[in-house]
């Protein structure tokens, strides 16, 4: 009826009187005015004048450049422009002799474009050919899948002998009105996560007959059922087996462990190395690792455009295989032990912008060092230098203030491999005191204590049982000290401080191991078992059953030292390597309900 009265309304008898009663049209509006409130732009004359240079019809001008306004507005919005823009044509005619010819097509271009948009309306959905639909109520048989031609406003869907097992994502998205949902004695296995999202008006959901796997990909499930408004009959799990036949209404979303972690091969440095440790200095974080080859430490920091890390700087030596940083308030010195033309120590000097040597450590006493550890006590800054050779001599140096100066000789001629600083208490009620832990090539590791009296380490005693260590590292859980123990020839082990001495709690099958690092990244405690001659193997500590289960194999040739690095709430693990390149894994937390 609308079409019909606009063609009416282009009969020339009918331009000579205004018509006054058309929908909008009651209202008259300047042709600025009309722009403005429609948003449809007038074709500027030159743009007019290129359309019948080219030959083409202004229609198609006029339509390209304001269909998408006329199709967003209702038919009467339409029609209103289109008979005001008529009225414009009569009162030009009223001033002047004929109606300009542009101006008509104008206005008929318009005519095309309300046809347009009264042909654009959508089609009501039709009920889908396996489902009887009334008008409130659609009820499915033997469907295979859930139809998408659902009419929209249904409240009730039923599945009735469906044979479909799985469910599509926004299978109910177009059915917003749903209030009974049922589908009942199917095969489902698993639903995919919100299926019921934006199903506001739910007030029965039937699930029954189903044969729900309870896995993480379900976990969402049981979180919905803990909030829904919604009448939920119960449903049952049918594995796995130990969730069997147990009733899903009933779970609970700390009963499923679906967060795991990996490590993520994420950087290869094209170098060997054998010591890696990390430091902050000057509200940035840095990675410092001995390359034995090259005889350099390299210093590497984080790169927070491109995500990597990069070089930093170098001190160059000969046959390096430990460089130690230590920050004493605000100056960087870095030990740099090497296994020929001595060992020295070194201090960044921030206005000239580079490492400069200050010290040399006493060739006498340290002739082939193998480990260095930095350690405080009361105020007190120290390191101590594991020598492995058989004339040398296991040393702490103290700072003084201008320099680190030898401050006692410990275990002499024992070729000492490792050196291990940790806090433990002798009884239940004392307080932690200070040990040291050196491992040999020739007797048993051997624990020195920190006298207070007399600020030296004394109370020799060693660890029963366990010849041939080559390093000792430590960790602690909930307050108890473990020890990770590293044998080349034999297991490596685990054990507890229980006290008085350490006790085993669990071995690990090693051959070829020179490295039994136990790291912690976030709440996880790792113990990572490095070998010679096979993959490295990653261990997660298991709470419940107090000891480690295996979890992750890395591939690293002969690997020396594992060690975390936190960059920008990214966690890192380095593993240098002796005959391949050094790597770099990412720690990859992943949420298996997600």
């Known amino acids: 009826m609308q079409v019909r009265s606009l063609l009416q309304q282009l009969d020339p008898s009918h331009l000579a009187a205004p018509h006054r009663s058309l929908p909008g049209a009651a209202h008259r509006w300047s042709e600025e005015q009309l722009t403005n409130q429609l948003q449809v732009p007038v074709l500027k004359s030159r743009e007019r004048e290129a359309a019948k240079e080219k030959g083409g019809l202004l229609c198609d001008l006029v339509l390209e450049q304001d269909k998408h306004h006329l199709n967003s507005r209702s038919p009467v919005h339409v029609w209103g422009y289109f008979s005001d823009c008529m009225e414009s044509e009569r009162s030009q005619r009223m001033g002047n002799a004929c109606i300009p010819l542009k101006r008509i097509a104008y206005c008929l271009c318009l005519l095309s474009a309300l046809l347009l948009t ?43 002998r469906s044979g479909f097992t799985e469910i599509s994502e926004g299978s109910f998205l177009f059915t917003p009105s749903l209030q009974l949902l049922s589908l009942a004695n199917n095969n489902l296995q ?14 029965n959901v039937d699930l029954r007959g189903n044969s729900f796997n309870c896995d993480c990909k379900l976990k969402w499930l049981v979180e919905w059922l803990g909030h829904t408004n919604a009448t939920v009959e119960d449903i049952y799990c049918e594995g796995p087996p130990e969730y069997k036949k147990r009733k899903i209404n009933s779970l609970s979303p700390k009963d499923f462990d679906c967060i795991i972690t990996e490590f993520a091969k994420s950087q290869d440095l094209p170098y060997q ?34 995500k990597t890390f990069r070089n930093y700087d170098n001190i160059t030596g000969t046959s390096t295989v430990v460089c130690k940083p230590i920050v004493i308030e605000t100056q960087l010195y870095v030990i740099v032990a090497q296994l020929f033309g001595g060992s020295h120590i070194y201090k960044r000097d921030s206005f000239a912008n580079k490492f400069i040597k200050i010290q040399d450590i006493e060739i006498l006493k340290i002739r082939k060092p193998n480990d260095i550890e930095t350690f405080k006590i009361e105020n007190n800054w120290y390191f101590v230098v594991a020598d492995s050779s058989k004339a040398g001599f296991t040393t702490i140096y103290k700072w003084n203030g201008n320099g680190f100066y030898s401050h006692q000789s410990l275990h002499a001629w024992y070729r000492d491999t490792d050196v291990e600083y940790l806090e433990i208490a002798r009884t239940p009620q004392a307080l932690r005191t200070p040990h040291l832990i050196l491992s040999s090539s020739s007797q048993r590791p051997v624990i020195y204590q920190w006298n207070k009296a007399i600020q030296l380490f004394t109370n020799q005693t060693d660890i029963p049982n366990m010849e041939d260590v080559y390093a000792v590292k430590h960790f602690s859980v909930k307050g108890d000290v473990y020890i990770c123990l590293t044998r080349f020839i034999g297991d490596s082990k685990v054990m507890k401080w229980g006290g008085s001495s350490f006790q085993d709690i669990q071995r690990m099958p090693s051959r070829g191991s020179m490295v039994f690092q136990p790291l912690q990244i976030n709440n996880y405690q790792y113990a990572i078992l490095g070998s010679d001659y096979s ?14 289960v295996k979890f ?40 298996l309900s997600a």
């Open 552 to 591: 992750q194999e890395l591939n690293v040739q002969a690997p020396r030292s594992f060690t975390h690095v936190s960059i920008n709430k990214r966690n890192f693990l380095f593993a240098s390597s002796f005959k391949g390149n050094t790597q770099i894994y990412k720690h990859v937390i992943v949420d």
């Open 535 to 548: 993959f490295t193997q990653v261990y997660n500590w298991d709470a419940e059953k107090a000891k480690f």
């Open 190 to 203: 698993t639903l995919p996560k919100d299926i019921f999202k934006g199903l506001d008006s739910l007030t």
């Open 273 to 306: 190395s054998l010591s890696i440790d990390t430091f902050s200095y000057m509200n940035d974080e840095y990675v410092v690792i001995a390359q034995p080859f090259t005889g350099k430490c390299i210093f590497l920091e984080w790169d927070h455009v491109e």
């Open 118 to 160: 009264e042909g654009k309306k959508p089609a009501k959905p039709k009920c889908p050919a396996v489902c009887t639909c009334t008008k409130d109520n659609a009820l499915c048989e033997n469907a295979r899948s859930i139809p998408r031609t659902v009419p929209p406003d249904v409240i009730s869907l039923s599945f009735v």
